[in-house]
């Protein structure tokens, strides 16, 4: 089967990383979801996707130059859908956690840290998994392929994933060099002929962002392991054609 993953919750009708996104790709059907970390400037893991709040919230600034406490006040559902009324905010992960415990959706968690290193927050994010117990509902993403090799050190059990954006020769023997379980690669930049030798070498393979129809069908054909969507439900209800 293949698993559906909101990306950035149902942000195709929801505002984008916040918990109604999350809540709605859980009611949508997803089988989980994806979201975004950075750290803010007093520690916390918060989840927003842009290195400013300036495109998702009516705020500006960095996000690693605002507090938590900062971040809370903002709207975040400014820009991203002005035609979504209720007054949304960004949420830390340990909210999404606390959350997760209440059902069985998985996490896909992208470190955003390949601008931006962010020193530690591998270690912080690992141990927050651990605190929830969420070291088999959790996948660790990133476009920083060295973060994922740091983060299989500190906790062999996580499973990772590289993100990439461009055609890679055997992406299968790439993501094993990285100890990657894995791979997220945009859409476009893999082919159905290399999906399925991934897949044959025990690699999992997640495209990214999987929005019309006719590419959902493809993936659903070939069995993929897995979609990253803005539209959960729309990938839920096509899904059901193939099982």
């Known amino acids: 089967m293949t698993f559906i993953f909101a990306h950035r919750g149902s942000a195709g009708t929801h505002p984008e990383n916040t918990m109604e996104a999350f809540l709605a790709a859980e009611m949508d059907g997803a089988d989980g979801i994806e979201l975004d970390v950075q750290l803010t400037a007093d520690g916390e893991i918060v989840v927003i ?8 919230t009516n ?3 960095f996000v690693n130059e605002l507090t938590f406490n900062e971040l809370s006040k903002l709207k975040a559902n400014f820009h991203s859908l002005h035609f979504f009324k209720k007054s949304c905010r960004i949420p ?22 390949a601008v931006n290193p962010y020193r530690g927050m591998e270690e912080m994010v690992i141990e927050l998994v651990h605190e929830f117990c969420l070291e088999k509902r959790v996948i660790i993403s990133s476009f920083n ?8 050190e500190i906790e062999p059990a996580i499973t990772t994933a590289p993100l990439y954006n461009e055609v890679l020769y055997k992406p299968w023997d790439y993501a094993a060099s990285l100890g990657a379980c894995g ?51 729309k990938a839920y209800r096509l899904r059901e054609q193939y099982q």
């Open 49 to 56: 996707h842009d290195l400013t709040v300036d495109r998702t």
């Open 59 to 61: 705020g500006s600034g």
């Open 92 to 113: 830390s992960l340990r909210e999404v956690f606390e959350w997760l415990e209440g059902n069985h959706l998985l996490c896909n968690i992208e470190l955003k840290n």
């Open 145 to 152: 392929h060295k973060s994922l090799v740091l983060s299989r």
């Open 183 to 233: 791979i997220h690669p945009k859409l476009k930049s893999i082919s159905d002929r290399e999906i399925m030798d991934t897949m044959a070498c025990g690699i999992a393979v997640r495209p990214y962002t999987v929005n019309k129809e006719k590419d959902m069908k493809r993936l659903f054909a070939l069995n993929c392991s897995g979609l990253i969507t803005d539209y959960p439900g």
